[in-house]
C-alpha cells in the first residue's frame, strides 16, 4: 500500500489519485507521521458498504430473534441523538 503527506504539492496528490484509478492501488495519507485518510478503488468502497450492510442485517436479525432485547422508546433515541 503507498503511502502519501498532506504537505506534499499538490501534484503528488495528482499522481496518488492517477494510480488509484489506474492501477487500482490503494494510497494511505499520513499527516505529521500519523495515518488520516486513504484514497482507494471506488469498487473497494462498494464491497466496504456491502460489508457493512451485511453486517447491519445481522445486527437486526440478531436483535429481533432475541425475546430479551427489549426496543429502545423513540423519544429516548431523540433525547440520546440531541434531536428532542
Not at 7 to 35: D, I, M, N, W, Y
Not at 59 to 71: C, F, S, T, V, Y
Amino acid at each position: 500500500m503507498a503511502r502519501s503527506a498532506t504537505h506534499k504539492r499538490p501534484e503528488t496528490f495528482s499522481h496518488s489519485l492517477t494510480r488509484v484509478v489506474t492501477k487500482r492501488e490503494r494510497v494511505v495519507v499520513h499527516r505529521r507521521g500519523k495515518a488520516v485518510a486513504a484514497l482507494i478503488p471506488l469498487e473497494d468502497l462498494a464491497l466496504l458498504e456491502e460489508l457493512e450492510d451485511r453486517a447491519d442485517v445481522q445486527e437486526a436479525e440478531r436483535r429481533l430473534a432475541d425475546p430479551n432485547d427489549k426496543a429502545i422508546p423513540y423519544e429516548q433515541v431523540r433525547q440520546e441523538l440531541g434531536l428532542a
